[in-house]
T-cell receptor, first 113, second 111 residues
């Protein structure tokens, strides 16, 4: 099946710093990618839709100035958590469609100290 | 998107078939039924999807009732590695449409 990768797989940062997470579609092009967040023992929550060459669209309640999304090419979307705080600690997962199926990356574990 | 209802947890003996139910009574005519699973601390893995016919692939079988108001995912010979949260999602499809996750079923395969 299609492969979506994420980098890094885990990151620990200090409060107040910014962290960038990359999402790549490895064997296909994706004009649209999605970013999810998952807290422990909870389901995935959709944060935003990343659109190649245009602005991302954010779900209600997600701060667009805090979670910056850039989709500069057909195979790469990035999520930057700006001025991270401990409450931003979570599991971040991206996904992309190929044909009629959505494929997910392995996730990035963010811990903010 | 239509909502789905799944039992929060199920147990299954290793080597036996695991049958995971899903109710989607408000599904509309052009919505597909998708199944994903998530093993602890990993991204969700696509399993199978269907519209109204039963489907089978190397991982599982999907049985959709004739009225499409419910479906069952069948893992024919469950192994310990099948222990995961299984999500049933109804979805219009299309690359720009959002996949919304419910709470899923935690399947625990017992040795």
């Amino acid at each position: 099946g299609a492969v979506v990768s994420q980098h890094p797989s885990r990151v620990i940062c200090k409060s107040g710093t910014s962290v960038k997470i990359e999402c790549r579609s490895l064997d296909f092009q994706a004009t649209t990618m999605f970013w999810y967040r998952q807290f422990p023992k909870k389901s995935l929550m959709l944060m935003a839709t990343s659109n190649e060459g245009s602005k991302a669209t954010y779900e209600q309640g997600v701060e667009k100035d805090k979670f910056l999304i850039n989709h500069a090419s057909l195979t790469l979307s990035t999520l930057t958590v700006t001025s991270a705080h401990p409450e931003d600690s979570s599991f971040y997962i991206c996904s992309a469609f190929r044909a009629d199926t959505q494929y997910f990356g392995p996730g990035t574990r963010l811990t903010v100290l | 998107d239509a909502k789905t209802t799944q039992p929060p947890s199920m147990d299954c003996a290793e080597g036996r078939a695991a049958n995971l139910p899903c109710n989607h009574s408000t599904i509309s005519g052009n919505e597909y039924v998708y199944w994903y699973r998530q093993i602890h601390s990993q991204g969700p893995q696509y399993i199978i999807h269907g519209l109204k016919n039963n489907e089978t692939n190397e991982m599982a079988s999907l049985i959709i009732t004739e009225d499409r108001k419910s479906s069952t995912l069948i893992l024919p010979h469950a192994t310990l590695r099948d222990t995961a949260v299984y999500y049933c999602i109804v979805f219009y499809g299309g690359a720009t449409n959002k996949l919304i996750f419910g709470t899923g079923t935690l399947l625990a395969v017992q040795p």
